[in-house]
């Protein structure tokens, strides 16, 4: 149980692009899930808390209208990488936490996304 | 905010030792700490995560200790073996408010057979 699916695993794209990355909560309901950023041999930070039905909480130094998130229902969330420059290269994982009796919930990791813009 | 320092950035043990990787915390409101392991390229797996109102947890070959007064928590991991080396991160977080959590640095660890 508690499987979070994360899609595409890889991307390459052109600078300018937009990219969307999708993180699904396969056999639980999530109100809350969770957008990280992982550079290589770093730790994860977080960007952002998406709220399902609301707007995302996002941590100092994000842009907001650079990574779009949209928490549309509760088994899916959106981030939308925006205009893509190869600075925003790195490694994306979302997380999320089963709504049922969620103060006892750890957070489940989706398996990430790797961007790569050229 | 809160802030997590997590101690030693690599750590290399014989197989059959013991690892301790040690962390400690900023903020008293945090009462959450869960630790990940995580393979190259692949998702963080929760390991084992421990609150702040239990002192000490184990499971099997791993524990975690918690000390609230002095703001730190430690995993040990016995009797390790080759499928332990990753890289491990220990958090801290707020389970019954914003829920977020926030990192520690990470352990490269390696197991040397």
């Known amino acids: 149980g508690a499987v979070v699916s994360q899609h595409p695993s890889w991307v390459i794209c052109k600078s300018g692009t937009s990219v969307k990355i999708e993180c699904r909560s396969l056999?639980?309901?999530?109100?809350?899930m969770f957008w990280y950023r992982q550079f290589p041999k770093q730790s994860l930070m977080l960007m952002a808390t998406?709220?399902?039905?609301?707007?995302?909480?996002?941590e100092q130094g994000v842009e907001k209208d650079k990574f779009l998130i949209n928490h549309a229902s509760l088994t899916l969330s959106t981030l939308t990488v925006t205009s893509a420059h190869p600075e925003d290269s790195s490694f994306y994982i979302c997380?999320?936490?089963?709504?049922?009796?969620?103060?006892?919930?750890?957070?489940?990791f989706g398996d990430g996304t790797r961007l790569s813009i050229l | 905010g809160e802030n997590v320092e997590q101690h030693p950035s690599t750590l290399s043990v014989q197989e059959g030792d013991s690892a301790v990787i040690k962390c400690t915390y900023s903020d008293s409101a945090s009462n959450y700490f869960p630790w990940y392991k995580q393979e190259l390229g692949k998702r963080p797996q929760l390991i084992i995560d421990i609150r702040s109102n239990v002192g000490e947890k184990k499971d099997q070959r791993i524990a975690v200790t918690l000390n609230k007064t002095a703001k730190h928590f430690s995993l040990h991991i016995t009797e390790t073996q080759p499928e332990d080396s990753a890289v491990y991160f220990c958090?801290?977080?707020?389970?019954?408010?914003?829920?977020?959590?926030?990192f520690g640095q990470g352990t490269r660890l390696t197991i040397n057979p």
């Open positions: 998406s709220n399902e039905g609301s707007k995302a909480t996002y």
């Open positions: 997380s999320a936490r089963d709504r049922t009796n969620h103060l006892n919930q750890p957070q489940h």
């Open positions: 056999d639980f309901q999530a109100t809350t």
């Open positions: 958090a801290a977080g707020d389970h019954q408010g914003a829920q977020k959590l926030v």
